[in-house]
């Protein structure tokens, strides 16, 4: 069974300050994994993913994260925090179901991203 | 280009009531459908996905049922509102390299 952990329900930075946001994952086989971002009342965007390609993952809106299999973690970092980047985060894990065509999501349960001017 | 379209964006309803929330998707054929409920601080829980017209999975026990009378619609209902279903619905579609794309998604408050 897979699972996805994001080790910090809350995130502070300042304006101008790196964010980094920490998740680790358990699967299976070999997962596919995204990071989304959900704004208040707000349906969820894809900001980038992992599909055993390039181990580092460009996103959207200067978002990036690396897939690291030995420490089974998927980590999203961005070099300078804007203030339109609080939001709240989701990191996924995603498999195949009974090896048809469907595949399933386990989310994360979110880190909330502030942003202090 | 596909959009994903819910409603309504918001609801409010009392406790015992029906419910029906509609999603369809425009610009894609044969897309696997998904309804999730976020409900506050608990993250997102998936309640169905459907892989075609008339197919429907459900995930967890629950006061909710799912339809797909059309291959671009996905409804969910319920005959009976519980305090415990208010939450934000998201309905979500899969692309062929299968991420899933979200809509605006529904905001229901049973009193």
């Known amino acids: 069974a897979q699972s996805v952990t994001q080790l910090d329900s809350h995130v502070s930075v300042s304006e101008g300050t790196p964010v980094l946001l920490r998740c680790n994952y358990s699967s299976s086989y070999s997962p596919s994994l995204f990071w989304y971002v959900q704004h208040p009342n707000k349906g969820l965007q894809l900001l980038l993913k992992y599909t055993s390609a390039a181990t580092l993952v460009k996103g959207i809106n200067g978002f990036e994260a690396e897939f690291k299999k030995s420490e089974t973690s998927f980590h999203l970092t961005k070099p300078s925090a804007h203030m339109s980047d609080a939001a709240e985060y989701f990191c996924v894990v995603s498999d195949r179901i009974s090896g048809g065509s469907n595949y399933k999501l386990t989310f994360g349960k979110g880190t909330l991203l502030t942003v202090n001017p | 280009s596909q959009t994903i379209h819910q409603w309504p964006a918001t609801l409010v309803q009392p406790v015992g009531s029906p419910l029906s929330l509609e999603c369809t998707v425009e610009g894609t054929s044969n897309p696997n459908l998904y309804w999730y409920r976020q409900a506050a601080g608990r993250g997102l829980q998936l309640l169905f996905y459907s892989v075609g017209i008339g197919q429907i999975s459900s995930e967890v026990p629950q006061n909710l049922s799912a339809s797909r009378p059309q291959d671009r619609q996905f409804i969910l209902s319920s005959k009976k509102l519980l305090l415990s279903d208010s939450g934000f619905y998201l309905c979500?579609?899969?692309?062929?390299?299968?991420?899933?794309?979200f809509g605006p998604g529904t905001r229901l408050t049973v009193t």
């Open positions: 979500a579609w899969t692309s062929l390299s299968y991420e899933q794309y």
